[in-house]
């Protein structure tokens, strides 16, 4: 195994997609720090993923831990040089029946969240004058899916975030990116009534659902040094549902 | 080590500029190449450094090498 004496700080990444984007970047050599909400299954992970994968309870919509975190990964870990935003939570409703409440946590974790957790630290990467940001969107964030104006727009948000970003960053070295999963087989989708997977399934050209794995690929490989030279892109990882 | 020298590091290692080509007189932008983030990262280490608060405003009067220093010494810094 390489060691690149760099972290990667990845959101959400106690369990489900953000778990094998850990699991796949510390395969290639990073350290992660691993953000999460979820205590018990952020021990569970550390267990499994070993001494690369450090976990740190946090609430990342709250400034004041996240700038703990910061601090003590900066103290404790090898330099930042990537950020994978990937934490996320759903409060469907359809618009006429949303709450204000529904609507303010989803902007507030998945869109202000990562705007939170970039600002926390890219300074590092700015200093190293190379890493990468990536943030993980959604198909949703695309097409629109009615009972999701919130989860939506937080995704779309994260789009136009990384694509002004990166005309703040590139010249020095940083790439920042978005990765918009389709329909993936994750505790969510596992528990959707069988008409509406198989109505998934059918406007999916691939035929099925996406590998949380196959999300962690797309996000390892623009944080190679093979994808030095891609930046502000949204990569569609959906089997075809997009395009 | 004076202030003047303290700065003086800070600009060479932020920058990427050799220590004769931060004299007093010195722009910042012009003269040593910091483009809008070279600026706002150099003020943050400033911040760090000196352990006070730049607001936007005062860190747009600074434009030269001559400049930083008279505001810091301002601030009651000294060295």
Redesign the interface.
């Known amino acids: 195994m390489s060691n690149l004496d760099a972290t990667a700080v990845v959101t959400g990444a106690a369990r489900g997609i953000g778990f094998e984007i850990a699991k796949k970047l510390i395969s290639v050599g990073w350290t992660v720090a691993a953000l999460d909400m979820l205590e018990e299954d952020l021990k569970r992970s550390a267990e499994s993923l070993g001494e690369n994968y450090r976990p740190y309870t946090v609430n990342i919509t709250d400034s004041k831990q996240l700038a703990e975190v910061a601090s003590a990964i900066g103290n404790d870990l090898p330099v930042v040089k990537g950020i994978v935003n990937n934490a996320g939570v759903t409060r469907d409703a359809l618009m006429m029946r949303m709450s204000e409440d529904q609507w303010d946590l989803v902007i507030d974790v998945n869109l202000t969240g990562a705007w939170k957790v970039t600002q926390a630290f890219m300074?590092s990467l700015?200093?190293a004058r190379e890493g990468s940001i990536v943030s993980i969107s959604s198909v949703v964030g695309l097409l629109g899916a009615a009972g999701q104006t919130n989860y939506a727009a937080s995704k779309a948000g994260l789009i136009g975030m990384s694509k002004s970003l990166n005309r703040?960053?590139a010249?020095?070295g940083i790439t920042v990116n978005v990765v918009a999963p389709g329909f993936i087989e994750t505790e969510m989708t596992e528990k959707l009534p069988e008409e509406v997977r198989g109505d998934y399934l059918s406007k999916i050209p691939a035929g099925r659902l996406g590998l949380p794995v196959e999300i962690a690929e797309a996000v390892a490989f623009l944080m190679s040094p093979s994808a030095k030279y891609i930046t502000g892109i949204v990569l569609p990882v959906d089997g075809g549902l997009t395009t | 080590m004076s202030l003047e020298n303290r700065i003086a590091e800070i600009i060479v290692s932020r920058l990427n500029v050799k220590p004769e080509e931060v004299t007093d007189s010195a722009n910042l932008k012009d003269d040593l190449g910091a483009d809008s983030l070279d600026m706002v990262d150099l003020m943050m280490d400033l911040e760090d450094t000196f352990n006070l608060k730049i607001s936007d405003e005062e860190g747009n009067t600074l434009q030269t090498v001559g400049s930083v220093v008279a505001f810091l010494k301002t601030k009651g810094i000294e060295a």
Do not use: G, K, S
Request: no cysteine.
């Open positions: 300074r700015i200093r703040e960053l010249a020095r």
